[in-house]
């Protein structure tokens, strides 16, 4: 027997189980982003490999070791997006978006890739939902789409959850900091992980998101930049918090945040959930005013986050939905399986959610269907007429199916 085909290490097929959790997910999304005047944005999966190496940073675990990179047919180097702000930026930038009345909002949803280790919750094939803000630099934007996520992890009901606030400072304010914290880490490189070492010169900042305990001991005591801010970085992140809490979002103040990727200034936030242990993450984001002009846009503000799908699911992680159907048509014979298949397209062109017997079984199997469906109503169609059962009661009345449709909507 030939070997059974398998999804490849680290994908997942989504069942028609899962389906429904991830449908009420976007359905929320779409609602809460859209009454905030978001538009929806798809970018394609694949993007030229430098987008990544000029937008996230040649530095960055993403792009030295997590990227999958191909060359195509004409010898052009692609890679399957590896996360969604850069293709959006891209798009702004492409399409001329900055003609357009600013901010540009926009928000997006869709699958994503990168090279880790497979486990809980983390993929290497996984979908984001995320929202930008292009074209603004009022601390307003950080709050708003800040309260756009925490709307969305509140409407879900995601359990234990946790907002961190930082700031970076800008590129120019960050540099005088980034030295001393290098000088830092190389009066403490006997005790960092051989992988904190051999950053200190490119990425220093990443240091603060190691696991290694030694290094998280060293950076207990490490300088931070929340509390090097100019006045003007410090204002603007003074106003963010103000907003939030006079918005009633609760958050932490936390200047070890530095997120994973280079394009990040001023703000940056993060939220968790206890739920998920030591890996709690559910998404963040935070303000990017330097990434338009790296790709060749104008000098452009912008804010955004995204948040992992799986991770809000697995944190729920919550029983599938009863099943609920308004009607199930049984039927027995040929010639009354035909009526019932007429039925069931006229129920369903009424808006009505309708279930039929494909399989041939007998009419008491088709009535325990009824049931596994969560039928309101169950129709029996037979020889001499049809009848109606109520499923919660077991009341049976005789039907006309010529008013089938109006007796079964009322």
Not at 38 to 45: F, Q
Not at 108 to 125: D, M, N, T
Request: negative net charge; charged residues 25%; hydrophobic residues 40%.
């Amino acid at each position: 027997m030939p070997e059974r085909p398998k999804a490849p290490r680290g994908t997942f097929d989504i069942l028609p189980a899962d389906a429904e959790s991830r449908a009420r997910l976007h359905e929320l999304a779409a609602g809460a982003f859209g009454a905030a005047g978001y538009g929806r944005i798809e970018t394609p999966a694949f993007e030229q490999t430098d987008l990544f190496a000029r937008a996230v940073g040649e530095a960055t675990d993403i792009v030295t070791k997590e990227m999958f990179s191909f060359h195509d047919q004409g010898g052009r180097e692609l890679t399957l997006r590896p996360e969604g702000t850069a293709p959006i930026c891209r798009a702004y930038v492409e399409h001329g978006m900055h003609k357009l009345p600013q901010p540009v909002k926009l928000w997006y949803s869709g699958a994503y890739f990168r090279h880790e280790r497979p486990q809980a919750g983390r993929f290497r094939q996984f979908h984001q939902i995320g929202v930008e803000a292009i074209g603004t630099n009022d601390p307003m934007a950080d709050a708003e789409t800040i309260i756009l996520l925490d709307q969305l992890l509140r409407s879900f009901e995601v359990p234990g959850v946790t907002l961190r606030v930082g700031s970076l400072g800008t590129v120019s304010s960050r540099a005088a900091y980034r030295e001393e914290l290098r000088d830092y880490l190389r009066a403490h490189q006997a005790e960092l992980s051989p992988e904190v070492r051999e950053r200190i010169e490119q990425n220093p900042l990443r240091a603060f998101d190691s696991d290694h305990d030694q290094t998280r001991a060293v950076m207990a005591q490490a300088p931070q930049m929340i509390d090097r801010l100019d006045d003007a970085d410090a204002e603007h992140l003074a106003a963010v918090e103000r907003l939030l809490r006079e918005s009633g979002v609760e958050f932490e103040r936390d200047g070890s945040l530095v997120r994973g990727l280079d394009y990040y200034t001023r703000t940056v936030f993060e939220f968790t959930s206890d739920a998920l242990g030591a890996q709690s993450a559910l998404g963040g984001g935070g303000r990017y005013d330097g990434l338009i002009d790296e790709l060749g846009g104008p000098p452009t503000a912008a804010v955004g986050w995204a948040a992992g799908v799986e991770r809000i699911l697995l944190a729920v992680a919550a029983e599938p939905p009863e099943p609920t159907a308004d009607v199930y048509v049984a039927a027995d014979g040929d010639a009354e399986r035909e009526r019932a298949f007429a039925l069931v397209t006229e129920l369903r062109r009424a808006g009505m959610v309708a279930h039929l017997d494909l399989a041939r079984r007998s009419i008491k199997g088709q009535m325990k269907q009824a049931d596994r469906a969560g039928a309101r109503h169950a129709v029996l169609i037979e020889a001499d007429g049809a009848s109606v059962r109520d499923m919660s009661s077991g009341e049976q009345t005789g039907l006309d199916l010529a008013h089938a449709v109006e007796v079964l909507s009322s």
